[in-house]
Nanobody, 127 residues
Framework: QVQLVESGGGLVQAGDSLRVSCAAS????????MGWFRQTPGKEREFVAA????????NYADSVKGRFTISRDNAKNTVYLQMNSLKPEDTAVYYC????????????????????WGQGTQVTVSS
């Protein structure tokens, strides 16, 4: 089992920056591929960013490319999402997911490929 706890969400203005974190516990973090997703009411969970367990590979949704950066600290069992130049359309609940990766370079963009989820953290961007 893996427990994931997100933190760092909040209310910011358009153009501001925010960093959300996801702390993992329960099993070897360095063997897990990690991802960030977001969801708004009435919509499906949307891929934002993913990182391999080796941290050598990352992937981003087109809507956040160039503004968001995913990173991880395996010594702290934590994955981060640095969000810059935030827009009102970034408003959502942000979820951290963990997947038992097949290879050190594996990354996943589909929510169905993630085995564990956190409870989410709200990010609200005002215009």
């Amino acid at each position: 089992q893996v427990q994931l706890v997100e933190s760092g969400g909040g209310l910011v203005q358009a153009g501001d920056s925010l960093r959300v974190s996801c702390a993992a516990s329960g099993r070897t973090f360095s063997n897990l591929a990690m991802g960030w997703f977001r969801q708004t009411p009435g919509k499906e969970r949307e891929f934002v960013a993913a990182i391999s367990w080796s941290a050598r590979r990352t992937n981003y949704a087109d809507s956040v490319k160039g503004r968001f950066t995913i990173s991880r600290d395996n010594a702290k069992n934590t994955v981060y999402l640095q969000m810059n130049s935030l827009k009102p359309e970034d408003t959502a609940v942000y979820y951290c997911g963990a997947s038992q990766a097949d290879y050190p370079s594996s990354i996943y963009v589909l929510p169905s490929l993630y085995n564990y989820w956190g409870q989410g953290t709200q990010v609200t961007v005002s215009s």
